[in-house]
């Protein structure tokens, strides 16, 4: 479907930052990228309230390469480019998602390619594939209206990984209850973390905070910001998303090498 689309690399993060953008606006305040050229230069500086700031930089020539190839709408008015992503736009950056990834980050990169590991996959099979549903979902073309269903499985990924622990300690101490998931890391976190004395230990206590952390932003993520009052967009569900790989990395991480 898109053999025929040739784009240079700097022309795919682009249409990337641009589909991004769209999803975080609202979808009732969604409007038109505006494009106004600077004075004695090729950039260009593009206007929209979902990018960072409301604004950034841009080779011309990159946006007219993404309109020949039918990805944005372009039309001019005086000294303004008003161009919107079109549904093919969306499609090939759903592709470039799925495809095997080039990281947005390194960061991102290291935690995903630790999550597919044979280890993690093996070690807690059921939070992987509940943690893979959610990113597959974050990468599709309908992510903002499944963002309560990327909540939903990211909230499933931390109790499967909790309840892997506590199966694997098998403290009698700990909350029998599948959804208390903060209550039952603690008390498997609290008995290993006597077990070091080194500058890592406050790190390791704080990751209890910052599970119940990520466990609150999952909680309005999967009831879609009701209870805030507030519109999810898709950063919400990449915030969700990456942090829950985050916080089962650096447990897991601590878990393995305190034995």
Known sequence: MFESILLEKDQEELLSTLVEAVRNVPREQRQKF???????????TILHPGLTNGEMKAYIGHIEALGN????????????????????????????????????????????????????????????????QAEAILWSSDSVEQSTTIGHFCREAMQEFADIIVKDYNLS??????????????????????????????????????WGTVSDIIQRQEHGGQKEGEVLVWDDGRRVVFHTAIVMLEISNFLTHVK
Do not use: C
């Open 34 to 44: 505006a494009a106004i050229a600077d004075v004695g230069d090729d950039l260009t």
């Open 173 to 210: 101490e700990v909350d029998n209850n599948k959804a208390h998931t903060v209550a039952r890391n603690r008390t498997i976190l609290e008995s290993q973390i006597v077990k070091i004395d080194t500058s890592i230990k406050p790190f390791v206590e704080a990751l209890l905070t910052y």
């Open 69 to 132: 190839e039918g990805l944005i709408s372009i039309s001019h008015q005086q000294y303004v480019i008003y161009f919107d992503v079109l549904p093919l736009g969306f499609k090939l950056y759903e592709h470039l998602k799925q495809r095997i990834r080039q990281p947005l980050q390194q960061v991102e990169a290291h935690i995903r390619n630790y999550l597919n590991t044979g280890y993690f996959q093996q070690k807690y099979p059921s939070a992987y594939q509940k943690w893979s």
